[in-house]
């Protein structure tokens, strides 16, 4: 069995007086020990909804969560908040995508972070200290005796998303969600941030849910990548396969909207036309309909389901996928 298996994870947001709004609409996946599995796409396809409520942190009211969530056996969806407070930091961690609003304002980053030593570690005074020193000097932090005593409005953008990091990883966990952990950094500590990663993946076993939409970071850490829109998988496959022969019109679109250092002198990108927003609702055919190349009638006569067309394990959903060039020449 996966350590973390999601089986049909649903959120939908509502109130009174407001029409519901389904943020993830059926999401699946496995993330097993040593793994690292990404979830990409665009911003309001339902990445960070999905992060949040499997660790359980999204608002009891004006929400519902459905399907399955389970960590090594346990349905993360039913566990009391308590036992569910007391995993976080130790057994589940999380690196959030804000820094700023992540971190205590009027609390210096050394307390923030001691404050899990003392809790999952049971370090104290000067050993917890000096832990809390290493964190933040193997996240790349420079001076880290100094940057304890200081405020998160004290530093910068990048060195609070490396404290966020160093935070996440201080009880080496089994499972780290990342959600978007390198989009403040620069591409050389971006780099360090990504071995840092891996190393602990490697060294201590973790299992690594990595959300991001930059393609970039999937390629060079992910195992296994699930494409999102609009709140469903669209297509699911190694990464390998994924970045070989990309099956789904939007999996297609988002790799097609990469330069390339490769590419002819002059050749224009081809992004994908439209916004998020440009979507339909699942139950009446494929939301990606409105923006894509090859959208056909088909597309709008019923839900598509996650199929294997071609190679096992990946798995697209879509009636008229992009076929290789290999298959459209024969």
Same mark, same amino acid.
């Given at each position: 069995?996966?350590?973390? +298996? ?20 059926g999401?699946?996946f496995t993330?097993?020990?040593g ?68 971190? +205590? ?9 001691t ?15 000096k ?13 880290? #005796? ?11 953008g990048?060195?609070?998303q490396?404290a ?18 390198? *989009?403040?950094?620069?591409? *050389?500590?971006? !780099? ?19 959300? *991001? ?12 990548? +699930?494409?999102?829109? !609009?709140?469903r ?9 994924l ?29 994908? #036309?439209?916004?998020i +927003?440009?979507?339909i ?6 939301a990606?309909?409105?923006r ?24 697209v ?5 992009v ?5 459209v020449?024969?």
């Amino acid at each position: 069995m996966a350590l973390l +298996n999601v089986d049909q994870l649903s959120v939908t947001f509502g109130g009174r007086g407001r029409k519901d709004s389904i943020a993830v609409d059926g999401v699946s996946f496995t993330v097993d020990q040593g793994q690292v599995v990404g979830l990409v796409g665009e911003s309001g396809c339902g990445k960070s909804v999905t992060s949040l409520a499997l660790m359980g942190l999204l608002p009891e009211k004006g929400v519902k969560v459905g399907g399955r969530v389970e960590f090594d056996g346990q349905d993360l969806l039913t566990i009391s908040r308590r036992k569910l407070r007391d995993m976080r930091g130790s057994q589940l961690a999380m690196i959030f995508q804000d820094p700023l609003s992540s971190l +205590n304002p009027v609390i210096p980053i050394g307390i923030q972070v001691t404050e899990i030593l003392q809790r999952h570690r049971g370090l104290k005074g000067e050993a917890a200290r000096k832990e809390a020193a290493d964190l933040l000097d193997r996240v790349g932090i420079p001076d880290p #005796r100094r940057r304890l005593k200081e405020y998160p409005h004290q530093l910068s953008g990048g060195m609070r998303q490396r404290a966020l990091i160093a935070m996440a990883v201080a009880c080496a966990p089994r499972l780290l969600i990342a959600d978007e952990p390198t *989009t403040a950094l620069d591409v *050389t500590i971006q !780099a360090q941030i990504l071995e840092l990663l891996k190393e602990l993946v490697d060294q201590e076993g973790t299992a690594l849910l990595m959300i *991001t939409h930059d393609l970039g970071v999937v390629a060079g850490i992910c195992d296994e990548v +699930n494409v999102l829109y !609009a709140g469903r998988a669209v297509e699911s496959a190694g990464r390998r396969e994924l970045f070989a022969a990309p099956t789904h019109p939007y999996a297609h679109g988002l790799l097609g909207s990469i330069p390339r250092l490769d590419a002819p002198r002059g050749e224009p990108l081809r992004p994908i #036309r439209g916004s998020i +927003n440009d979507k339909i609702a699942w139950a009446d055919g494929c939301a990606f309909a409105p923006r894509c190349d090859y959208y056909t009638m088909e597309c709008l006569t019923g839900t598509p389901e996650l199929t294997e067309p071609r190679t096992a394990g990946h798995q697209v959903r879509c009636v008229n996928p992009v076929l290789p060039k290999a298959e459209v020449s024969a």
